[in-house]
């Protein structure tokens, strides 16, 4: 399985942007999916997470209100739609599968695949 983000870039705060991940696996609608995020000499963490069939969304305190994660299984894709940007959201984000998921993932550890990572920067 391979993973594909983009769409990141710079943005001032208060700002929007929208990540994509795209995946190449003809059994996407199998894997529960998030979005992490490590800034630099952070850990990575969680940010929000989809169950297989889009029913079920949860996210970071952080971001709760603000982000969304979406996903359409006939295009093997993920979003992440992002708005009222701060400039602690800078870090670099990734997306993340998991095979056949049940219930919410939010541990990093917990996930199988990753993509490659796409920089988001806030400006104030």
């Known amino acids: 399985v391979q993973l594909q983000a983009s769409g990141g870039g710079l943005v001032q705060a208060g700002g929007s942007l929208r990540l994509s991940c795209a995946a190449s696996v003809s059994t996407f609608s199998r894997y529960g999916l998030g979005w992490f995020r490590q800034a630099p000499g952070k850990e990575r963490e969680f940010v929000a997470g989809?169950?297989?069939?889009?029913?079920?969304?949860y996210y970071a305190d952080s971001v709760k209100g603000r982000f969304a994660i979406s996903r359409d299984n006939a295009k093997n894709t993920v979003y992440l739609q992002m708005n009222s940007l701060k400039p602690e959201d800078t870090a670099v984000y990734y997306c993340?599968?998991?095979?056949?998921?049940?219930?919410?993932?939010?541990?990093?550890?917990?996930?199988?695949?990753w993509g490659q990572g796409t920089q988001v920067t806030v400006s104030s």
């Open positions: 993340a599968a998991k095979w056949f998921a049940s219930g919410r993932t939010v541990v990093a550890g917990e996930y199988d695949y």
């Open positions: 989809i169950t297989r069939n889009g029913d079920s969304t």
